[in-house]
T-cell receptor
Framework: KQEVTQIPAALSVPEGENLVLNCSFTDSAIYNLQWFRQDPGKGLTSLLLIQSSQREQTSGRLNASLDKSSGRSTLYIAASQPGDSATYLCAVPMYSGGGADGLTFGKGTHLIIQP | NAGVTQTPKFRVLKTGQSMTLLCAQDMNHEYMYWYRQDPGMGLRLIHYSVGEGTTAKGEVPDGYNVSRLKKQNFLLGLESAAPSQTSVYFC??????????FGSGTRLTVV
């Protein structure tokens, strides 16, 4: 069964900075990895999905990379804005496979962007 | 485009009471999931379903039951609520096990 670790647990940076959030997982036999965003008191919003055959995915100011062999993924946020303040969660399929049996989540990085 | 709708949004139960949480999705997704989110523990899978009429146990199924009688609905039941079941419950759906859509959550307090 997978275990997912996210570092740092919390991060506070001034507006405009570029930043990197880290995610590591124990079983490299994954089909995909997903990054989610959670705003306080709200549900999760999917940000990026990286298939195992891909090394990175981009959406606007967000770029996620995947290195299966080392069991790591990073989420890069460019030119951060106060609206980026949220908790960012990384998730991989719970068991070897595509995720039909559920996802294992990291505990998240709580990000605050100071105006 | 409602996506995934959870009812109720908030509930306070007394120990020993029962209740059912309803999750409804309008995206014709095959897979549906119930997670709980607790401080310091992250999100943990309770039960899931890979299609109408099917259910399976996740990481933390004890004290919960589920049913998927219709493809669009996934019900989570607590037969005898305990304070340890105080949590935020999230439902999610997915067409093929990727591309999850989450509901906005149900905040449950058991006193």
């Amino acid at each position: 069964k997978q275990e997912v670790t996210q570092i740092p647990a919390a991060l506070s940076v001034p507006e405009g900075e570029n930043l990197v959030l880290n995610c590591s997982f124990t079983d490299s036999a994954i089909y995909n990895l997903q990054w989610f965003r959670q705003d306080p008191g709200k549900g999760l919003t999917s940000l990026l999905l990286i298939q195992s055959s891909q090394r990175e995915q981009t959406s606007g100011r967000l770029n996620a990379s995947l290195d299966k062999s080392s069991g790591r993924s990073t989420l890069y946020i460019a030119a951060s804005q106060p609206g980026d303040s949220a908790t960012y969660l990384c998730a991989v399929p719970m068991y070897s496979g595509g995720g039909a049996d559920g996802l294992t989540f990291g505990k998240g990085t709580h990000l605050i962007i100071q105006p | 485009n409602a996506g995934v709708t959870q009812t109720p949004k908030f509930r306070v139960l007394k120990t020993g009471q029962s209740m059912t949480l309803l999750c409804a999705q309008d995206m014709n997704h095959e897979y549906m999931y119930w997670y709980r989110q607790d401080p310091g523990m992250g999100l943990r899978l309770i039960h899931y379903s890979v299609g109408e009429g099917t259910t399976a146990k996740g990481e933390v199924p004890d004290g919960y039951n589920v049913s998927r009688l219709k493809k669009q609905n996934f019900l989570l039941g607590l037969e005898s609520a305990a304070p340890s079941q105080t949590s935020v419950y999230f439902c999610a759906s997915s067409p093929i096990g990727v591309g999850y859509t989450f509901g906005s959550g149900t905040r449950l307090t058991v006193v």
